[in-house]
């Protein structure tokens, strides 16, 4: 899927497709790339997510633009997204090392056992998301849990596209296994530390996925 996504994202940044035009059909692309059609769909979605394309019901996929700038997650734009989760989650961790109950850690602790266990991308992404619930939770604050609520879905989308673009999945598991184990110890600054590396680590991925590193050597002589 990621060399799909590549071969697509590559092809409308070149201009070979111009904002305007319509992406070959699917079936047409699936014989071109050599690649079955879940995995096309894919990059496809991956594609949208980016702010490249659009899908059109019953007229297919159009080009909308032809550099990334920021990924909508639902009804969210990353950088909103992100900007939010550091002014809320890193606190809320910082209540819940203070606040957390010995069923809070209980609930934290076996979701992650089971999320560090976890194969299928779709479920440990469904987990991921009823982590820092569970995290929002134990800050003791209804408030703080229906704020995560609000941004749920997109914290899902986002999550699934980090793990189907950057690998995320077992980062993240070493990064939450550092959160949970400052509640454990009852650390407010460490619970707030371990949130902050956390969502660094989801910006630093976002952006690479976004804006990847060129490789592209000027030529000889050049300016």
């Known amino acids: 899927m990621e060399a799909v996504l590549a071969h697509l994202r590559g092809a409308i940044e070149r201009g070979e497709y111009a904002i305007g035009d ?3 059909s699917e079936a047409e692309l699936c014989r071109t790339l050599e690649v079955s059609r879940p995995v096309l769909r894919e990059a496809l979605r ?6 490249l394309t659009v899908a059109k019901t019953g007229k297919g996929t159009f080009v909308i633009a032809n550099t990334v700038e920021d990924p909508t997650f639902g009804d969210y734009a990353a950088s909103d997204l992100l900007e939010v989760r550091h002014h809320v989650e890193i606190p809320v961790a910082r209540y819940a090392a203070r606040r957390r109950t010995p069923e809070n850690l209980d609930q934290l602790t076996h979701l992650l056992d089971r999320m560090e ?12 998301t009823l982590f820092h619930l569970a995290v929002a939770e134990a800050a003791q604050n209804p408030v703080f849990r229906r ?3 609000e941004i749920r879905d997109a914290l899902a989308r986002q999550s699934a596209f980090l793990n189907q673009l950057g690998g ?9 296994r550092m959160i949970v184990e400052a509640l454990i110890d009852g650390s407010e600054d460490d ?5 902050s590396h956390h969502l660094n680590r989801v910006s630093t ?11 592209d050597t ?5 300016p």
Do not use: Y
């Open 22 to 24: 319509k992406l070959p």
């Open 46 to 51: 991956a594609l949208q997510t980016m702010g």
């Open 117 to 128: 266990q976890e194969t299928d991308t779709t479920a440990w992404v469904a987990m991921d």
């Open 147 to 149: 704020v995560i609520e």
């Open 168 to 176: 995320r999945r077992e980062q993240s598991n070493v990064e939450h």
């Open 191 to 195: 619970a707030e530390d371990a949130m």
């Open 205 to 215: 991925t976002l952006t690479d996925i976004v804006r990847p590193a060129r490789t």
């Open 218 to 222: 000027p030529p000889e002589g050049g």
